[in-house]
Each structure stands twice: as C-alpha cells, then as structure tokens.
C-alpha cells in the first residue's frame, strides 16, 4: 500500500477543540485556526493515549496492571460522562482486586488529578475523559520503560494474599486551585477570554484568571488542560510551541536552567548558551536516564500544564509590561513543520535519515541534521507511523527538509 503522509504545519501548535457554547466568539484572525473536532489520529500514542471503547474485561487487565507498576494509583474522571465513570471505577475495581491501593478522584480534569496524585504520593495515574490516558504520577510524564513492562506483565496466577481498597479523593481536588494561584501575579493587567470545550476547566480558567481591565487576550485550552495557545489582536496567534518557548526564555533569563520535551525546537539550546543556562530534555519513553530532566519539568510545571504555562505568562506580563510584539521578535528565528507518516509496511527510520550530515539515537526516535536544519523522527510502537518533526531558519528550508525525508526510501 502506498505511503500516505498526513501533512500538518505545526501540529503540536494548532490543537484542534470542540466548537459549542464555551467558546467566545472568534477574535479577528480566528480564521486561522483549527475549530474543529478532536482527531485521535494526530494523538501520537506514545503520549500516554489510550484506545478508546475498553471493555470491562481490558479496563480490569488494565486495573491489575497499573496496580503491579505502582501500589498506589490515582484514578480520575471528567463529569457528565457516564462512560468515564464506570471506566475510571472500573479500573479501580481491577487494581483492588489485585492487591493495589486506588485512590479515586470524581470529575476532575487531568490537571486536578495530577495534583491529587502528587499529594497522595501515587506512582501511577489513569484518567477517563475524551481519551483515556495514563502516565507517571510523580512526573505526570508518559510512564517509563519500566513501568509500561510491569503493566504489560501477565496477570498473576494466583489471587493476592489481601485484596486492595479503593479510597475516596475528592478533596485533593482543592490543591489544584492553590497550586495554580501560586503562579499568579497580584493582579492581572489584561482581561483574559476563555476557550475550551471542557465544561469544568472552563469554569476553573475563568476563576483563576478572572480579571476586566488591560488588553484582550482569547486563552485556548485543549480540553485535557495540556496545551494553550493566546490570541491578540496586536500579535495575532500565540501558538502552544511559540508559547512555551516565550516562557522558556524569560525562566534562562531568571538564571534557571529548563527541561523540555525531546519535540520543544533546538533553538531552545541557543537561547540556553547566550544566558549561560542548560535545556534539559526528556522523552515520552523514558529508559531512565532523564530523571533529572523529568523532576525539573514536574517543578516547573508549565510543558505539562497549559494552565500553570498561562499563569507564568500572566505573571511576566504583569511585572514586567513588556510590548509582546518586541518580546516574540527576540525570539531566535526558526520554523518548525510536522508530519506523520503512515504505512501499512514498517517504516524505517534510519534508512530515511541515510543522507544527512549528522545522525545520532536519542531516547525519542533519531535525530538528524544537514545544512538545512535539524529532523526528529519519532517511530510509533507498532512501526508503522513516524512522527516527523523538523526544524530550519525559515519555512521554504523546513519544508524541503520535510517532503525530502517523508519521499526519501
């Protein structure tokens, strides 16, 4: 079968949500960007997404696993879905049975459960939404090598020597809210518009962020709280992307160094070296050697965050009153382009990076580099799908780099 290439500018940037009620009316500009439905194609799996539509049977396989990857484990789910719940005590239901100790937390969002897991001193996390996700309750990064081994572990011959409890963890919910107005300036000198297709979350955003005075800013929130992208009318959009690196930059400016996710622009090491700071990077699949990086990104909060990431911005734009098109322009110029590539034969990485330059493993796939730019090429778990993510000065550069690699056999 012929190889299909899905192309997106900008992918982790441009997050589609559910058009309806929540959303404001689009700015002008708003044109531009994606209103549409949430696509579960373009939801790499590494990412901690799960398929959707679990049975009972493989929600209580799923129970038992997450139970022999940590003892105590947080589950959540978001309101007003019936779905959700009996898929979030289902899970419950599989890690008691399996000797495990779950701690459930009602109609929450991602973010909330995050908090709750942290301060219930959780190992893992499941949360039933829109998708049904897992990951590292400690980092709130996608679980480790280790951890995905223990899950994946048959399910034990014989019945535990004591059954496990499920506990009852609605009032962690409360740290969330403290958590975030720790990040928040005294006061906020813009009137910020909220935007997403999550009821609750709307509703939280709105009280954090409550404010009626400065310039307009649209915040977009994807509904599970990860990823946010502004809107003004004297810069247009401010993209997830574009956002963490503003941020980024004004934390090396402060004398901190940074961890970043492996897909976050090389550039980010540019900037890193001119204010004598450090990125440190971690991956989706972590065999281990980025737990510094991991812990670094579990305190600063803002790449897993979309949130706690506005807060910050919020803050600087507070304290500091910069002019936001002089604050994006010193920014170190790059483009980025995304494309995932799929097949129905195996795909091999390797053999589309065979004419660069400069070639190296790293923990998220291969990374290559020419004249033009740089190139990550994420490979999926079945092989199947490459997640490629490139960067160069401009976008004529970032698009050859691009359509090279995907035609390249």
């Not at 495990?100 to 996390?125: Q, R, W």
Request: hydrophobic fraction near 40%.
């Amino acid at each position: 079968m012929p190889l299909r290439s899905h192309f997106r500018l900008d992918s982790f940037a441009y997050f589609p949500i559910s058009s309806g009620i929540l959303s404001p009316k689009k700015p002008k500009g708003a044109e531009d960007m994606q209103w549409t439905e949430e696509n579960d194609a373009l939801l790499p799996e590494e990412d901690g997404i799960l398929q959707s539509g679990l049975t009972a049977g493989q929600l209580l396989q799923l129970g038992g696993g997450l139970s022999r990857a940590a003892g105590k484990c947080a589950v959540g789910f978001a309101p007003d879905s019936d779905y959700a719940k009996a898929a979030a005590l289902t899970v419950c239901g599989g890690i008691a049975a399996a000797g495990g100790t779950a701690i459930l937390v009602p109609d929450c969002t991602p973010v909330e459960l995050g908090a709750a897991a942290s301060a219930g001193d959780c190992g893992v996390m499941f949360h039933a939404g829109a998708h049904l996700s897992r990951c590292d309750a400690r980092s709130l990064l996608p679980l480790t090598a280790a951890q995905e081994k223990r899950i994946r572990r048959g399910s034990p011959e014989q019945m535990p020597a004591e059954y496990g409890t499920v506990l009852d963890g609605k009032s962690l919910r409360l740290l969330y809210p403290a958590k975030v107005l720790s990040r928040l300036p005294e006061k906020i000198s813009c009137t910020p518009e909220i935007s997403t297709s999550s009821p609750r979350l709307f509703q939280m955003a709105s009280d954090f962020f409550r404010s009626r005075s400065g310039m307009h800013i649209t915040v977009q929130l994807s509904a599970d709280g990860r990823r946010a992208s502004l809107y003004t009318e004297k810069t247009g959009w401010i993209f997830w992307e574009k956002l963490l690196m503003l941020v980024t930059m004004q934390h090396l400016r402060s004398g901190e160094d940074v961890a970043l996710p492996y897909w976050m622009p090389q550039t980010a090491e540019r900037m890193a070296d001119a204010y004598g700071q450090q990125i440190l990077r971690y991956a989706s699949r972590s065999n281990g050697s980025d737990q510094e990086a991991r812990q670094l990104a579990a305190e600063q909060g803002f790449t897993l965050d979309a949130v706690i990431l506005c807060a910050e911005f919020l803050r600087y734009l507070a304290e500091e009153q910069p002019d936001l098109t002089r604050w994006l322009a010193e920014l170190p110029p790059y483009h980025t382009v995304r494309r995932i590539l799929r097949t129905e034969r195996e795909l091999d990485a390797a053999a589309r990076c065979g004419r660069f330059m400069e070639v190296r493993q790293t923990p998220e796939g291969l990374r290559a580099k020419d004249v033009r730019g740089t190139a990550l090429l994420r490979p999926s778990r079945s092989g199947r799908t490459l997640t490629l993510l490139v960067e160069a000065a401009n976008m004529e550069a970032a698009a050859e780099l691009a359509g090279d690699i995907a035609g390249n056999v």
